[in-house]
């Protein structure tokens, strides 16, 4: 009797109206990562939802022993039951590092240790490469990896003293050097700090841009003034 290997679902862009297709990331036999896409109507809702379900009823997926190599495949109805219509190994895009001055750390994936997700492409996971755990943000599907500005934003502050985040600093003091270097956050809210012990990191920079004009500094300085102070009204409102 054939074995499936073992499947993990990682991610998922899940279109829960189920008409448009819907976007996995996975994890097979403990080692390949693949990308598997579903078309609408192949599964029902829930079970496009609910990883555990879906997981034991996808259909046998493609030994490599067997075919090509490949990365991504399709999966749709056939005869109304869910099959791989299609898979093959395409190339897909990355993240490099042309803007920092010495390469940075590379990390192995399945060395990480998960202690919490912060946002669904943003997580606090420890490694033996680090003596703390680190914040790691991936790029989970293709068309996530075109966040590259945040990259090269990152290396703007490199070898400057500004808690970003390698951080360290209160909130205003902390926009306010990130200022002083020329540079405009683009979308500050309460939820692009982590706050520890008095100090703040801030993060999420897919945004960020280079301006001289102090006029947009002293605006986002005075818009995130105010979305302070309204999250922490006695209404919460």
């Keep these: 009797m054939f074995q499936q290997k073992r499947v993990e679902i990682l991610n998922q862009d899940t279109d829960i109206a189920n008409i448009e297709p819907s976007f996995f990331r996975i994890l097979l036999d403990g080692k390949h990562f693949k990308y598997i896409t579903i078309d609408p109507g192949t599964y029902s809702t829930k079970e496009l939802c609910l990883t555990s379900v879906l997981q034991k009823k996808l259909p046998r997926l493609p030994e490599e022993e067997e075919t090509q190599p490949w990365n991504v495949a399709r999966i749709s109805l056939q005869a109304g039951s869910p099959t791989v219509v299609e898979a093959f190994q395409a190339s897909l895009p990355t993240i490099n590092f042309p803007y920092f001055p010495e390469q940075p750390t590379t990390v192995e994936y399945h060395s990480l240790k998960f202690i919490r997700t912060l946002k669904p492409n943003v997580c606090l996971v420890a490694s ?3 003596d703390r755990p680190v914040i790691a943000k991936f790029a989970n599907f293709y068309w996530e990896t075109d966040y590259i500005a945040e990259i090269q934003a990152y290396s703007w502050l490199h070898g400057h003293d500004i808690p970003a985040p390698k951080f360290l600093g ?20 309460k939820n692009k700090f982590l706050i520890s ?41």
Excluded at 170 to 189: F, K, M, N, P, Q
Aim: glycine share 10%; no cysteine.
């Design 170 to 189: 209160y909130i205003t003091d902390t926009l306010r050097r990130l200022h002083d270097l020329g540079i405009v956050h683009g979308s500050l809210d």
């Design 128 to 130: 033996a490469g680090f």
């Design 197 to 237: 012990q008095g100090r703040a990191v801030i993060m999420g920079f897919e945004t960020a841009e280079r301006s001289e004009d102090p006029d947009e500094m002293e605006k986002e300085m005075e818009m995130l003034t105010e979305r302070f102070q309204h999250s922490t009204s006695p209404t919460g409102e």
